[in-house]
């Protein structure tokens, strides 16, 4: 069964651990996380941005399969449904077909305007027991077409949405999305101990996980980061597989592809990037 983020992020905080939210696309990638998550007793989050559900042809799809999913593969680790940068429709259209966590990107509207569709996710994701995640200063690169420059959050904003009654906040401090740029002045560690200072307890989250080198994500999660979004990386690994593959000519005397022997390759390597993150983000064995 589906579960809210909240427990698992609370005590990926308290435990100094963060869980890694893994973006997923099909269902090879559904199910290789999975599998991951249950071989290292890891917690999980499985990301859906409101481009990779459409291309799922829709929000109840993905609850279907995945809910299928964890029953057929007796998956026992606690698992999340997150969608990821949600629009507020989008929000109440996962929380109307069974996500058990949204977030609310609520980043590029005034502050103001933030603060009042927040309260409004923040009541109806409690009456029905989804975590909510709320977004302060926008992460850069591109995610689904929309383009950030990769700000810094104000502390007192992050407070004021922290205050709301969310479960768990992403910060802006210099991180972007997709690959990082050469000339990257890295994570303003300045900029997150500041916003942790507000915030107190709440679990914080740190979007663009890939590319992010091994001792920025053990700093971030010594000062409260509790959840690691990944997407690019995973990608970037079933691409490579996948052309490996059909480069390898490994076509069935010239009847083609299987797409289940094509699919393959891709999906043992999204395993192997989801291990090696959860062994760095410290999360085996927690579940
Ligand atoms: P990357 O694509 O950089 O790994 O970021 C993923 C993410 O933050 C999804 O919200």
Not at 157 to 182: Q, T, V
Request: glycine residues 12%.
């Amino acid at each position: 069964m589906l579960v809210s983020a909240r427990d698992m992020l609370e005590k990926a905080r308290e435990g100094k651990y963060a869980v890694g939210q893994f973006n997923i696309n099909n269902l090879e990638w559904t199910k290789s996380i999975l599998l991951t998550a249950e071989e290292l007793k890891s917690p999980v989050i499985l990301g859906v941005s409101e481009g990779a559900g459409k291309y799922m042809t829709g929000y109840k799809t993905v609850v279907g399969m995945v809910n299928g999913m964890l029953e057929e593969l007796k998956i026992t680790v606690p698992v999340a449904l997150h969608l990821d940068h949600g629009s507020y429709d989008g929000c109440l259209k996962c929380i109307e077909a069974g996500f058990s966590s949204v977030m609310f990107d609520g980043s590029h509207y005034p502050i103001e305007e933030n603060v009042a569709k927040t309260t409004e996710l923040v009541a109806i994701c409690k009456d029905k027991g989804l975590s909510l995640e709320a977004e302060v200063g926008s992460i850069g690169g591109e995610e689904d077409g929309v383009v950030g420059a990769g700000e810094c959050a104000d502390p007192d904003e992050c407070k004021a949405i922290a205050d709301l009654g969310i479960d768990f906040l992403a910060a802006g401090i210099g991180n972007i999305h997709g690959k990082y740029p050469e000339n990257w002045a890295g994570l303003s560690f300045e900029t997150l101990a500041a916003v942790k200072e507000k915030v107190g307890d709440m679990p914080l989250v740190l979007h663009g996980g890939t590319g992010i080198p091994a001792d920025m994500i053990k700093k971030a999660i010594s000062l409260g980061v509790a959840k690691i979004n990944v997407n690019t990386e995973c990608q970037l690994a079933f691409a490579e597989a996948t052309r490996k593959y059909i480069e390898a000519g490994k076509d069935q005397q010239g009847k083609g592809f299987d797409p289940r022997k094509l699919l393959a390759p891709g999906a043992e390597a999204i395993k192997a990037t989801v291990k090696e993150k959860m062994e760095l983000f410290g999360s085996v064995g927690k579940a």
